[in-house]
Structure formats: structure tokens, C-alpha cells
């Protein structure tokens, strides 16, 4: 099995909904996000997946998250954006990407400081 793994970060605002604390007031984060995949194997020519194709695959859910106010964007309007909530949506919106291809989304996660993140996998 090989686990193939890339990271890219999006600039953002949020708050937290409901929480008692200086997080409830809107903050800003660079958002670290790094995605894994599994593949059972090599193409002929020794790859498991292209990184290219992963980059641009996150590239585009990232791209509507970037330099927003996080509350604002669906479905943080609705729920609160916390880097729990973010990494289960760029699982959510990421693996539709990879239908058809030979790898299995394995993990989000998602780092709000470089102390704290958020490691996101399915049931």
C-alpha cells in the first residue's frame, strides 16, 4: 500500500459560534491542509498518483474558501467553521474528485497554527 500525501493552505477568517472565549470574535488563520490517499499499487510508470492531478483536485475546493470570511461561505453560513467542520468539508468535497481514480481518499487535516490541527477521517 502507498500513501501519497500533499499540502496546500488557504488564508481565511472565521468565528466561533457559541464559544466563550477570544475565538469568538472573527480571527484569521493560514490554513494548512494536508491530504493523503492510498494506492494498492504503480502504473507503468512506477506512480501510485499523479501529484499534479491531487494539487489541482484540492486547488479547486480551496479556491472558494481563500481570503473569505469563513461564516459567510456554505456551509459555514449554517455551521460553525471550525478546523473540525472545514477538514470534514474538504473530505466531503474532495472525494467526489477522485471518482474513478485509482487511489482512496484516506485523510484531511487541517492545522489552524502551526500547534493545532485537526486530523479528519471517514467511519
Known amino acids: 500500500m502507498y500513501q501519497i500525501a500533499i499540502e496546500q493552505h488557504f488564508d481565511a477568517a472565521h468565528f466561533l459560534r457559541g464559544y466563550r472565549g477570544k475565538c469568538e470574535a ?8 494536508v491530504v493523503r490517499v492510498e494506492a494498492a499499487g504503480l502504473n507503468d510508470i512506477g506512480l501510485a498518483y499523479d501529484f499534479a492531478d491531487l494539487k489541482r ?3 479547486e475546493v480551496l479556491a472558494r474558501f481563500d481570503h473569505t470570511c469563513l461564516n459567510e461561505v456554505p456551509p459555514f453560513d449554517k455551521i460553525t467553521p471550525s478546523s473540525e467542520h472545514i477538514a470534514a468539508t474538504i473530505y466531503a468535497e474532495l472525494k467526489p474528485k477522485l471518482s474513478g481514480a485509482p487511489v482512496t481518499l484516506s485523510s484531511v487535516e487541517v492545522w489552524e497554527s502551526p500547534q493545532s490541527g485537526v486530523i479528519y477521517t471517514p467511519d
Open 57 to 59: 483536485h484540492l486547488a
Open 26 to 33: 472573527m480571527h484569521g488563520h493560514r490554513f494548512q491542509v
